[in-house]
């Protein structure tokens, strides 16, 4: 793969691309394309609005100081925390407020309506909390078996 | 100097927070929880914005949950704050001119209490940035919560972010609230009561005289063999006219209680539904329409079951417990003490049987609703499976639908089919302890035989009733949780309060209307800012803009669908919220993208606005709508059902009927929302003409996306995220080349490109 453009971040936090005609397009995003079925493959840089620049299949061939500022960014802007235990839940009745470890520490989310808990694959679970906030849980059949009746219940 | 900001409990305890209140020489002035590090790692730490009495200008510092003070930013003049959201994460970020100072992250539960607390920092920080000495009454945010500092609206009583669990599930406590409904009906009620009373005293007359009938008749018969045929006649006929007592008076309360529930169901749906209809267009916004069809429909009828049938079925046996525990007792206290102990036990274990049920059965419900989905998503969509050949896809995930369903409701029949058989077995074992002392104490001769029998007709004509009364809690769940949905929407405060004395409009109304810094925020977002506006009686103005620029909420707030949230609406120089609503609406024309059609004739949907319209005057709306000729071509003429279930009619036929409607009324301000952006060239051209006669001598508001559209206007004004950007008729704002000019290049360019393609 040709790396022809390169990125830069200026002291207001702000990322800028300059492409392989030198031209800067300044306050770029990045995206992943399957952040939840692929998040290794499928990268887009964006521009300010919203029109792809670059399109990246994944990040292996990146120089390292490029892939780092990438995974730096992507760490700022994403926020799907992972469920990996639910420790408490209030009632069976809805709202429900659970009391849950994630992989970026514990919280309590609550849920709304049981329309809020989608499986995106057949194992996958994403729920909708009622601030919006959404989380996913990998694999149903790897939680404890407390969290799986919970689960379960509103399933 | 503390007193300056509340700080809740939880926090004034905290060590780095009492370090930093000891350090005199700062002020605290503002603070803010944040919920995620800088890994956006959930934990929660204290935002404190503090202003330095020494030549330092101010800092904010940042203090863990656990004590220790993660950072501190000093914050020089010039510094300004940035807040963004993305994905549920939002940032709040300080800058200077030279760079970025510090970013901070929150989730989205929190952007309330950020905003609040970045426009306090803001207020603040010019006030520094001007050397003004700090006065903090004005700073100071009035109507934020003590707890989590979000705003708090003047009509709200508490705060709506805060303290989640003071969201209880429905408490049984709802259904009290149906007092209110049943009031009318007390007179009803009693009687009913009593009625009750006396059918219930009727059924249980039948198992006592069965006691004189064993020990006087036909015990006696078995040592004697001669039968006192006197003596059962008179024993047989009061059997008899217990049970014809008991039946009349059983047909006559279930018709009396029926009477008024059905009365209370029906007073109940009617009150919400009108109730409903007065609410503001935002709150049908946030609702689902089929979810409200539900509250309405289905839940009413479902308290209305609880309350003539389980309601009144579990106090009719908790009666006959009570008066069948009187006649035990009366009869023989130590057989009754036996046979009713049993009683709490069997009742409990039916109950714990019965709740592991409900969790199986509202898993299958769930499950059903599933195998519907793939019905729903399937069935409109037969086109776009069959262009696709994909029936065998859609036939898989309908068997896998229903091979998952299959699966719940063999789960929940393992212990469903053990329920019946539970039950029985439970009433024998109660039977049996019955017998087994009965026949105890008949061999010592402490009882007659005739009391055993009637003992046993009593306590099994009970049992029976085990399993409907275990069925109580959960009947009663049920019905409170309708209840409370019902008393969601009766007690929700239309946020467009009609206002308690209207000023009259002077008529005639001319139709001039003003806007000054008119403001609205939808949520925590601002869709308008600091709009001022003054539009001519007559003049007809068109709102330019990208979709999301705020165009159909300013139409919104003029015709007060909802309230402006800084600034004021005035018409004919009278505030919008002063006017009554009804009167108001009147003076509004209205013609919407999607015209909808009520199911009815022509004429009635033409006269919508004005249901006392002559035969003449719906002709004449026609004619002017340009809608009079297509009419008359349909077979039924203007008696032609349209709507839902009627005729279809094309996009553009629809359209001239709502113009029609919007004619008849005759308003003096007329808007127009997309009026003919869903219809194609040729039939926007009709409309158009249609049109043309409809914003005669009216104040117009014209919403087009299509700019050749607005030709006609007198004014244009061009919006962007919520603010004015231009304001001018076509040819000015074409020379000034600035928004309007790019939005009107970007389109001819689109046009072009599709007449090239052709």
Not at chain 2, 523 to 543: D, H, Y
Request: with cysteine.
């Amino acid at each position: 793969m040709m790396i022809n453009f390169n990125l830069t971040k200026d002291q207001f936090g702000a990322i800028s691309l300059i492409d392989a005609q030198g031209i800067v397009h300044p306050n770029i995003r990045i995206i992943r394309a399957f952040p939840i079925s692929n998040p290794s493959h499928g990268f887009a840089i964006v521009d300010h609005n919203g029109h792809e620049l670059v399109w990246l299949n994944d990040l292996s061939q990146l120089p390292d100081s490029l892939k780092e500022l990438i995974q730096t960014e992507l760490s700022f802007f994403e926020f799907i925390p992972e469920i990996e235990k639910i420790v408490h839940l209030n009632t069976f009745a809805l709202p429900s407020i659970w009391d849950v470890h994630t992989n970026r520490g514990k919280t309590r989310l609550k849920l709304k309506s049981e329309q809020d808990i989608r499986r995106v694959s057949e194992e996958d679970l994403l729920i909708t909390d009622a601030n919006g906030i959404q989380y996913l849980i990998r694999n149903k059949k790897n939680l404890d078996k407390f969290s799986k009746k919970i689960l379960d219940r509103f399933m | 100097m503390i007193s300056t900001i509340q700080l809740p409990q939880r926090w004034q305890s905290n060590p780095a927070v009492q370090a930093l209140c000891k350090t005199h020489e700062s002020t605290l002035s503002t603070w803010v929880e944040i919920d995620l590090n800088q890994q956006l790692h959930f934990a929660k730490s204290l935002l404190i914005l503090s202003e330095k009495t020494s030549h330092d200008f101010a800092r904010i510092d940042q203090i863990h949950e656990s004590g220790h003070l993660e950072g501190t930013w000093q914050i020089p003049p010039g510094a300004y704050f940035q807040h963004s959201d993305h994905a549920g994460v939002g940032h709040l970020t300080i800058m200077s001119p030279q760079g970025r100072i510090q970013a901070w992250h929150h989730t989205l539960a929190l952007n309330p209490s950020i905003t609040q607390f970045k426009e306090n920092c803001t207020v603040l920080l010019s006030q520094l940035d001007l050397s003004n000495r700090l006065d903090f009454e004005k700073i100071g945010p009035h109507l934020t919560c003590q707890i989590c500092q979000n705003p708090i609206a003047q009509d709200q009583e508490k705060c709506l972010y805060c303290d989640p669990e003071t969201e209880i599930p429905p408490s049984t406590l709802t259904l009290f609230k149906l007092w209110r409904f049943a009031k009318p009906y007390k007179k009803e009620l009693i009687l009913g009561f009593i009625l009750t009373l006396l059918s219930t005293g009727a059924t249980l007359v039948p198992p006592y005289i069965t006691m004189p009938l064993m020990d006087d008749v036909l015990i006696p018969f078995q040592k004697t063999q001669v039968m006192d045929f006197e003596l059962a006649g008179i024993y047989l006929a009061g059997l008899l006219l217990a049970a014809s007592c008991a039946w009349g008076l059983g047909w006559w309360k279930t018709y009396i209680l029926a009477l008024v529930s059905e009365r209370i169901g029906m007073e109940l749906r009617t009150k919400t539904f009108q109730h409903l209809l007065h609410l503001s267009l935002e709150y049908f916004g946030a609702k689902r329409t089929g979810d409200l069809m539900t509250r309405i429909g289905n839940e009413t009828d479902r308290i209305c079951i609880f309350l003539s049938l389980h309601l009144l079925d579990f106090f009719t046996d908790m009666l006959m417990l009570l008066m069948t525990a009187v006649i035990l007792i009366s009869i023989d206290p130590l057989l009754a003490a036996v046979t009713l102990l049993p009683l709490p036990f069997i009742a409990w274990m039916i109950h714990f049987v019965r709740d592991k049920l409900r969790f199986g059965f509202e898993k299958v419900d769930r499950n059903w609703s599933e195998v519907n989905n793939v019905l729903s998503d399937t069935i409109p969509g037969i086109r776009v499976v069959k262009a696709f050949a994909q029936e065998d896809r859609e036939n898989n995930r309908f068997i896998l639908a229903n091979q998952r369903n299959l699966e719940v409701n063999d789960r929940v029949n393992r212990i469903w089919s053990s329920f019946a058989p539970t039950v029985t077995l439970l009433t024998e074992v109660g039977l049996l302890v019955v017998w087994a002392f009965g026949i105890y104490q008949v061999a010592h001769d402490t009882i007659t035989v005739g009391v055993l029998t009637a003992f046993l007709a009593y306590i099994s004509r009970f049992y029976g009733r085990m399993d409907s009364m275990s069925r109580i809690v959960s009947h009663t769940q049920k019905a409170a949780a309708g209840a409370k949905r019902i008393f969601d929407i009766l007690d929700h405060q239309s946020s467009v309060p009609d206002t308690p004395n209207p000023t009259p409009m002077t008529q005639p109304v001319r139709g001039k209307i003003e806007l000054s810094q008119v403001g609205f925020r939808y949520g925590n977002r601002a869709v308008t800012k600091n709009i001022t506006l003054s539009i001519a009686p007559g003049e007809m103005i068109g709102l330019v803009g990208h979709s999301g620029s705020g165009k159909s909420t300013l139409v919104n707030l003029i015709c007060r669908f909802y309230d402006v949230s800084d600034g004021s609406v005035k018409i004919d120089g009278v505030d919008v919220r002063s006017i009554a609503i009804s009167e108001l609406r009147q003076q509004f024309g209205m013609v919407l993208q999607e015209p909808f059609l009520f199911f009815g004739t022509i004429a009635d949907n033409i006269a919508y606005g004005k249901p006392t319209a002559t035969k003449e005057e719906v002709i004449q709306a026609a004619k002017a709508a340009n809608a009079h000729e297509f009419i008359l071509r349909l077979p039924l003429g203007y008696d032609s059902l349209v709507g839902e279930r009627g005729q279809s009619l094309s996009g553009g036929e629809r359209q001239r009927i709502s113009i029609a409607r919007a004619l008849l009324i005759d308003p003096k301000i007329l808007i127009l929302d997309e009026a003919t952006s869903s219809v194609d060239t040729t039939t926007e051209k009709e409309i158009q003409k249609a049109l043309d006669n409809l914003v005669q001598g009216r104040t117009t508001l014209a919403i087009a996306h299509r700019l050749s559209t607005l030709r006609k206007a007198d004014r244009l004004i061009v919006l962007d995220k919520g603010e004015i950007v231009e304001v001018g008729n076509h040819d000015e704002l074409m020379s000034a080349q600035g928004a309007y000019y790019q939005l009107y290049q970007a389109q001819a360019r689109h046009a072009a490109e599709i007449a090239q393609a052709i």
